[in-house]
């Protein structure tokens, strides 16, 4: 426990024969509960995480499943549907396995996905885990050895000390990024960073990519798990749905860990496009969701006009970028449209992104 608050860890494996062993035996001793979730490794990963259970002490104490702990009276309708929600969801999620003969009483929890789903998913079935045993505070740690143990302390306390909904680790603040982090991998995080504040309405985040995080029992039960993006979009998935549910966020700053003995299994170039066309639909359900359906603001206003505009804008733009390639004259009336619709679209837009930011500051912790 830290600060009486229970604390569980989730670990996504696949393929980590070498490495999960020294993940766990780091684990600082505040944790309450390990959930490894192997997503259909073709190594021995299962078997090596086995054994390792095998040799390993009962936990300090129980952690039981809540699904059914709501008595029913005539005040509690509302909660008698979310239980019965949460008891039908782990059908919503990839069939899995949970391995352990007393998992209420063995600090390491083992999954074993029967069907193989991203890293992403790995991540939401063992958040389903700590949602249904009431976890205070649920961590991410990478099953690659590629995250410091010594760190999650920082990420957990905003967490269980000052109730903060996710946090997150940031290496690119630290004063090693530069000369740590390889060249490809600082740009590509970059821009998906910039890509990710405008669709998830977390201006100030930066480094979206990592997966070093705290997530509280309120976040957990404020998003459907089964949805998240299943595969290396879903750092960035989390935070827009974290968003729209009006969830509270800090970063902290972490250290760059690489050349550990595993090589990272993301392919940068191949993954940007994919995730850009994520957060592009994430950005229109954000703003759908949070901005009319639960809670309306003008900038949802202000953006679609934007947007409007600017679709009225582009045939005018053809036609002006044409008779400047072929040196021809334009008439008034084309030049005037496409000045007044290109000036009114940014404005319109860089007013709504100004109004957005100004909306979202009450989040950041």
Known sequence: MLHNKTVAVVVPCYNEETQITEVLDSMPQFVDRIVLVNDCSTDRTAQVILDYIANQAPAPFAISNILNTVVPNRYNRASQVVQKLQQEELGLFLPSKVENQQ??????????????????????????WA?????????????????DPDELESICLPVVQEGIDYVKGNRLIHRSALLVIPKIRYLGNSVLSILTKMASGYWHVSDTQTGYTALSN??????RLHQIYPRYGMPNDMLVKLNIAFCSLREVEIKPVYDVGEQSKMKILKVI???????????FRRLWHKYLFRDFHPLFLLYHFSFFLGIIWLPYLYKVSKAMWLGTTMNFET????????????????FAMWMDIQDNERLYK
């Open 103 to 128: 998992p209420e009483q063995e600090r390491i929890i083992f999954i074993n996905l029967l069907q193989s789903g991203g890293v992403g998913a790995a991540i939401a079935r063992g958040y389903k």
């Open 131 to 147: 949602k249904d045993h009431g976890i205070d505070c649920t961590a991410v740690m990478a099953g690659d050895g590629q995250m």
């Open 218 to 223: 309120k976040g957990l039960n404020a998003i």
């Open 273 to 283: 496009p994919r995730i850009a066309w994520l957060l592009f639909k994430g950005f």
């Open 335 to 350: 030049l005037f449209a496409f000045t007044f619709l290109g000036i009114s679209s940014i404005q319109s837009f860089l």
